[in-house]
């Protein structure tokens, strides 16, 4: 899958699937969805950043968050990076910093 070019926005919306650009913080205190940053929601997740695990556990992470299983996330790029897209296929569940659609 082909990365959309988000430069205004940190979220659009693709049909049914969410776009997300993802400013990602590992090895946090705690796992949380933050405020926007410019362009870029930031995550926070206690995971270590070796390998990709880190994304790894935010994406199960945020699959809880949006009321989808993990499967239903894709890393479009960033998977070793702090700067991530993920597009997340029908949503059931939105953080207040993301409107529907």
């Excluded at 009321?67 to 894709?74: F, H, M, R, T």
């Amino acid at each position: 899958m082909k990365a959309r070019d988000l430069e205004c926005i940190f979220y659009e919306w693709d049909s049914d699937v969410l776009v997300l650009n993802i400013l990602g913080t590992p090895a946090a205190k705690r796992d949380v969805i933050g405020k926007v940053r410019g362009n870029q929601l930031k995550v926070s997740v206690k995971a270590q950043p070796e390998g990709g695990r880190a994304t790894d556990y935010m994406v199960s992470f945020l699959a809880k968050e949006f009321g989808v299983s993990a499967s239903n996330i894709e890393v479009v790029y960033g998977r070793e990076s702090i700067h991530k897209q993920l597009r997340i296929k029908a949503p059931k569940k939105l953080p207040k910093v993301i409107e529907y659609k």
